[in-house]
């Protein structure tokens, strides 16, 4: 009787033993499915821009509450009203070094995947802006890291070896591109005088996705590289390679001063390696021309600079500068190398808003009272209750309604003095 009640209790036991363990693997399947069931789809927010001037079509239908699934891609179509043409179709999201960044496309027709919360929206401007001209866009010029250096042209149609106007954006050397010069650039090509060319370059340090760091010095040589490339093809949108104006806002106003001052020391005797030597080598260089050609054509070509609220000093924008060596500081300051007007005339147009907090009166003075001492013509405006930045060009109404206040007059200006270098007479 005992042996048979231990046989029992075995059996018991591992009858026991097997339902818990069916029980178990039953409830980690209902487990898994309820979670499974549980798991909510990933939405974002989408929210629709009201367009002026024009209007813009979006599918799949963006519902009340605006929340779509995530990789959801939206068609946008935009249309402009009549005498209004396209600037954009774009959306905006949360991040950057600005607080938000604007993603833009010139497409009537343009794909956009929903992978954050976003505005969308389109722009328009007046049709009689670009009636007249041709707009080139995203030409690349080198490739020297991992994104690509492009520019963009606006010529006025017919042109036939117009000067040329050169815009280097801003950004703190460090975000946007060309695409944010566009409002300028198409008031300077008014009046059908100039063919302008707005170029990008790398960022600073590892911002590009870079695995070593870009130097400030890099960014100067993508510059002249630029410049190299468009004197090389100006003649293909009506150009004239040899009569060139630069200009650019905050850092390409800095980059702008560095293309005229900076040009004699073009070279491949390396920038630091050896020491007292700082030499930019371009990023682009045209085949069958050696670097002393390039330097000296780009020098002749330079005739009128015109910075806006830019730094001429490394002193003033160290941060952005890995090297603390007073050499190199000196090699990337403009403000180190004004020529002697003797030796090389560069007028130069400068404005600077009274309110502006990141680059103050005292840091454009200084450079300003270098140009003086050198005898170089220099024009300074201060622009009365303007901030920094008002030469930029972004869909936000904001942005927008500052330039129409302030950058529509100071291009004209800008314009103006241009003329009075390549239009004497």
Request: aromatic fraction near 10%; include cysteine.
């Given at each position: ?7 029992t209790?075995?059996?018991l036991i ?39 001037n ?25 249309k ?9 179709v ?21 794909k ?14 007046p ?40 815009i ?32 990008d ?8 996705g ?39 806002d ?31 080598m ?9 670097i002393?050609?390039?330097k ?12 806006s ?10 941060m ?39 680059v ?23 622009v ?42």
């Amino acid at each position: 009787m005992k042996q048979m009640t231990k046989s029992t209790c075995k059996l018991l036991i591992l009858l026991v033993a097997s339902v818990i363990i069916s029980l178990v693997t039953t409830m980690n399947a209902i487990a898994k499915i309820t979670f499974s069931k549980a798991q909510p789809v990933e939405t974002y927010t989408v929210t629709l821009v009201p367009a002026e001037n024009g209007s813009y079509t979006i599918t799949p239908t963006i519902p009340e509450d605006g929340k779509l699934p995530a990789g959801t891609i939206l068609t946008v179509k935009a249309k402009p009203a009549s005498g209004f043409s396209l600037d954009a179709v774009y959306y905006t999201v949360k991040g950057g070094m600005w607080g938000t960044t604007s993603y833009e496309s010139f497409s009537p027709t343009t794909k956009i995947a929903v992978t954050k919360d976003m505005a969308v929206g389109a722009t328009f401007v007046p049709g009689s802006l670009v009636e007249n001209i041709n707009v080139t866009q995203d030409i690349v010029y080198a490739k020297p890291g991992i994104k690509p250096l492009k520019y963009d042209v606006f010529s006025p149609k017919e042109a036939k070896n117009l000067p040329c106007i050169i815009i280097i954006h801003g950004g703190g050397w460090s975000s946007n591109n060309e695409d944010i010069m566009r409002s300028l650039a198409r008031e300077l090509v008014k009046g059908g005088r100039y063919v302008v060319f707005s170029i990008d370059y790398r960022w600073i340090n590892k911002l590009d996705g870079e695995t070593k760091p870009t130097h400030m010095h890099q960014l100067i040589d993508d510059v002249f590289g630029a410049i190299a490339h468009i004197q090389e093809h100006a003649a293909q949108y009506g150009g004239d390679p040899t009569r060139i104006a630069v200009t650019g806002d905050s850092a390409g106003g800095h980059l702008a001063e560095a293309a005229a001052t900076l040009s004699p020391l073009i070279g491949d005797g390396g920038f630091g390696i050896t020491s007292g030597v700082y030499q930019y080598m371009p990023s682009y260089l045209p085949k069958g021309k050696s670097i002393v050609d390039v330097k000296n054509e780009i020098t002749r070509a330079i005739k009128a600079v015109a910075p806006s609220y830019g730094p001429s000093d490394a002193a003033d924008f160290k941060m952005f500068v890995e090297q603390t060596d007073q050499g190199y500081w000196d090699a990337i300051s403009p403000i180190k190398h004004v020529a002697n007007v003797r030796d090389r005339v560069l007028p130069h147009f400068i404005v600077r808003g009274t309110a502006d907090a990141l680059v103050t009166h005292d840091v454009v003075q200084r450079y300003v009272d270098v140009l003086k001492a050198a005898g170089q013509p220099v024009q300074y405006s201060q622009v009365d209750g303007a901030g920094h930045a008002f030469f930029d060009w972004k869909p936000d109404a904001a942005t927008r309604a500052t330039f129409a206040r302030y950058g529509v007059p100071y291009a004209a200006q800008m314009q103006a003095f241009f003329n009075t270098v390549f239009y004497k007479g």
